[in-house]
């Protein structure tokens, strides 16, 4: 009989294993999407991919799909559908995860649609964790451009500093918002799920 002591040894050592082997097959999972699949993909273990370039020694550009350390709100394999990145106003070869556009009103009226907010909720997570971290209120922001009530299907994040008061008044310059594109995209089936 194995004494309980190496008995729980074992179980330990058995799950620090299979953790660490969990791991890197999600690691795995970027690095192994194309570069028209990689941008705004989600791994099994809910981190984001990312595409990065780098030159190569002819003078060409490489591309390549890492994982990055940015959590997404649920777990995958996702890969990003055409319609939502249509929808959203994105683009599938997008190099890194940044929040550039968000001072930008045309991508936030595209990104505030009725078609990206109700449909697609990996691009709207993202963007709303982005926006956090710029100290910008999407949910605010989207108010702009959505129906009254949709608000409601973006996410509340606590945020440090608010800049969003900030960004709306860069906006007054220029006339103010009407209402958001009128995508008529309804998702028909699944995201592709290539894993």
Not at 83 to 102: H, K, P
Request: hydrophobic share 40%.
């Amino acid at each position: 009989m194995i004494p309980m002591g190496k008995l729980l040894l074992l179980a330990f050592f058995l799950i620090v294993l299979s953790t660490a082997t969990t791991a890197f097959e999600s690691t795995a999972e970027c690095e192994n999407l194309d570069r028209h699949s990689c941008a705004y993909s989600v791994s099994s273990l809910g981190l984001r991919c990312v595409l990065e370039q780098y030159p190569s020694k002819s003078g060409y550009l490489i591309y390549e799909c890492q994982t990055s350390s940015v959590m997404a709100v649920f777990r995958g394999p996702w890969i990003e559908t055409d319609e939502c990145l249509a929808s959203c106003g994105l683009e599938r070869m997008t190099v890194g995860i940044s929040s550039d556009g968000l001072e930008d009103r045309s991508f936030m009226a595209m990104l505030c649609s009725p078609t990206c907010v109700e449909n697609c909720v990996n691009i709207i997570d993202l963007y709303s964790n982005l926006a956090a971290d710029e100290g910008i209120n999407l949910r605010q922001i989207c108010k702009l451009f959505i129906e009254p009530g949709m608000e409601a299907l973006i996410p509340v994040i606590p945020l440090g500093v608010d800049r969003t008061n900030s960004v709306i008044e860069g906006w007054t310059q220029a006339e103010a918002p009407t209402s958001a594109p009128s995508n008529q995209y309804t998702p028909s089936a699944e995201p592709q799920l290539p894993y």
